[in-house]
Nanobody, 127 residues
Framework: QVQVVESGGGSVQAGGSLRLSCAVS????????MGWFRQAPGKEREGVASMQVGGGVTYYADSVEGRFTISEDNVKNTLYLQMSSLKPEDTATYYCVVDSRYCSRTVLKRPSDFAYWGQGTVVTVSS
């Protein structure tokens, strides 16, 4: 079993930055692919970024490419999402996700591939 807990959400003005954190604990052998999804009110869930554990390949949604950076701290078992140049359309609940399988190229299109989800952290970007 794996536990996933996000933190770092909040309110920021457009153009600002936030860093989300995701603490992962439990059976770390079940952690190979980690990432972030988000869901805005009234919209479908959207894959934001993913990373192979150990500093492997990363994938980003086109909507955040160049503005968001996913990273990990293996010592702390923590995943991060650095968000810069935030836009009002980035407003959503952000979820940290983990799975035992390796990240595929289409992983951001397949939320059901992730077995473990956090409770979410809310990001609000005002114009």
């Amino acid at each position: 079993q794996v536990q996933v807990v996000e933190s770092g959400g909040g309110s920021v003005q457009a153009g600002g930055s936030l860093r989300l954190s995701c603490a992962v604990s439990g059976n770390m052998r079940s952690v190979n692919c980690m990432g972030w999804f988000r869901q805005a009110p009234g919209k479908e869930r959207e894959g934001v970024a993913s990373m192979q554990v150990g500093g492997g390949v990363t994938y980003y949604a086109d909507s955040v490419e160049g503005r968001f950076t996913i990273s990990e701290d293996n010592v702390k078992n923590t995943l991060y999402l650095q968000m810069s140049s935030l836009k009002p359309e980035d407003t959503a609940t952000y979820y940290c996700v983990v799975d035992s399988r390796y990240c595929s190229r289409t992983v951001l299109k397949r939320p059901s591939d992730f077995a473990y989800w956090g409770q979410g952290t809310v990001v609000t970007v005002s114009s």
